[in-house]
């Protein structure tokens, strides 16, 4: 699916026009066309209704806010995080040392605390980039940080960029206590004269009344290694899946609830060891296999990154998601799935 484009634009168009002469503002290097107003889905004999690109929920007005990603932390001292409840979408992908970190992307909500924040990786500028988002991240790889000098990027680095928008946690030690959130990061990338309007992927949602046909899919575990397991768990009662992490329910440290997905997608995706420390090189375009989870059905698919973000497949045709939160499983396709997935 294509990109959809803004009326933002002609805004943006004639604020351009209006204010020429006023003064130079700093560009964007990576300046692409503003995102369409959100989707609005008419129903019979009711009102327009609006919704969030990312969740397909509804919402009172418009979005067109450009979409920040943040590293988040997954050491098992930097749990419970702060603000991975209220991301639209969160990837979780393996760094070295076998242990995860989260990419969290936020357009709909705007958690007050978001964090611990880390570093980041190439594979994760992939991502981040299919989103059009702006990223934020404390330093990163040699690799990562080289890609965004050179490119052009709405770089939010506590390091090198921006730190203003971050603090320090008193109450845990670093590298482990570095937060941020996105009023101070959107903030800051319109200091930095960053677009602050952007696009994003397009998604295909089901009717809330919809069903699934698949195989039984209500407990689900993910061995990404010895030292890292997810899990998730179905409540029909909610029709979420509640998150679980080493075995444990997955908290959120400033609300004390369980974190939660609609929609779950785990695909096996070719990892490669790049170097002595354990850096990894991830594919993030695919085609591979994997599996989306919904509403307590397990459904085999093939997965590919199309028009910005890793969406899952059945006969070649788009499977829709649930309007909700979605979470985005890799793991190494080696052995096999198999050996990282298992479901009942």
Same mark, same amino acid.
């Given at each position: 699916m294509a990109y959809k484009k803004t009326a933002a634009l002609?805004?943006?168009t004639a604020l351009a026009v209006t204010s020429a002469g006023c003064g130079k503002q700093a560009v964007d290097p990576a300046a692409k066309p503003v995102q369409e107003a959100a989707p609005v889905q008419k129903t019979q004999n009711q009102a327009p209704v609006i919704v969030a690109p990312l969740t397909g929920l509804p919402v009172d007005a418009e979005i067109t806010d450009r979409v920040v990603m943040v590293m988040i932390n997954n050491?098992?001292?930097?749990?419970?995080q702060s603000g991975l409840d209220q991301a639209d979408v969160v990837y979780e992908m393996l760094e070295e040392g076998l242990i995860t970190r989260f990419m969290a992307f936020y357009q709909s909500k705007s958690p007050e605390v978001v964090g611990p924040v880390r570093s980041i990786r190439p594979y994760n500028i992939e991502i981040g980039q299919g989103f059009d988002a702006i990223l934020s991240h404390a330093g990163g790889s040699v690799a990562a940080l080289s890609i965004i000098r050179d490119g052009g990027y709405a770089d939010m680095d506590e390091i090198y960029a921006y730190p203003k928008a971050y603090w320090r946690d008193k109450?845990?030690?670093?590298?482990?206590?570095?937060?941020?959130?996105?009023?101070?990061?959107?903030?800051?990338?319109?200091?930095?004269?960053?677009?602050?309007?952007?696009?994003?992927?397009? %998604?295909? %949602?089901?009717?809330?009344s919809d069903s699934v046909q698949g195989e039984p899919g209500t407990k689900?575990?993910?061995?990404?290694?010895? =030292?890292?397991?997810?899990?998730?768990?179905?409540?029909?009662?909610?029709?979420?899946?509640? =998150?679980?992490?080493?075995g444990k329910p997955h908290m959120d440290?400033?609300?004390?609830?369980?974190l939660t997905a609609t929609n779950v997608l785990v695909i096996a995706s070719q990892h490669r060891t790049l170097d002595s420390e354990g850096r990894l090189e991830?594919?993030?375009?695919?085609? *591979?296999?994997?599996?989306? %989870?919904?509403? *307590?059905?397990?459904?085999?698919?093939?997965?590919? =990154?199309?028009?910005?973000?890793? =969406?899952?497949?059945?006969?070649?045709?788009?499977m829709p998601l649930y309007p909700g939160t979605t979470w985005v499983n890799v793991?190494?396709?080696?052995?096999?799935?198999?050996?990282?997935?298992? %479901?009942?």
């Open positions: 002609l805004l943006m050491h098992s001292k930097a749990r419970p109450s845990r030690k670093a590298p482990h206590n570095l937060y941020t959130s996105i009023e101070k990061l959107r903030k800051g990338a319109e200091e930095k004269g960053y677009r602050l309007g952007g696009e994003v992927p397009v %998604f295909r %949602f089901r009717k809330e689900i575990k993910i061995q990404y290694s010895k =030292r890292n397991t997810a899990g998730y768990e179905y409540d029909p009662d909610t029709k979420q899946y509640k =998150r679980f992490t080493a440290k400033e609300t004390g609830k369980q991830i594919d993030t375009m695919g085609p *591979g296999e994997g599996y989306l %989870f919904q509403r *307590g059905q397990a459904l085999k698919i093939t997965w590919e =990154r199309k028009d910005g973000a890793i =969406r899952a497949y059945q006969n070649g045709v788009e793991v190494p396709t080696t052995p096999t799935l198999a050996d990282h997935l298992t %479901f009942e």
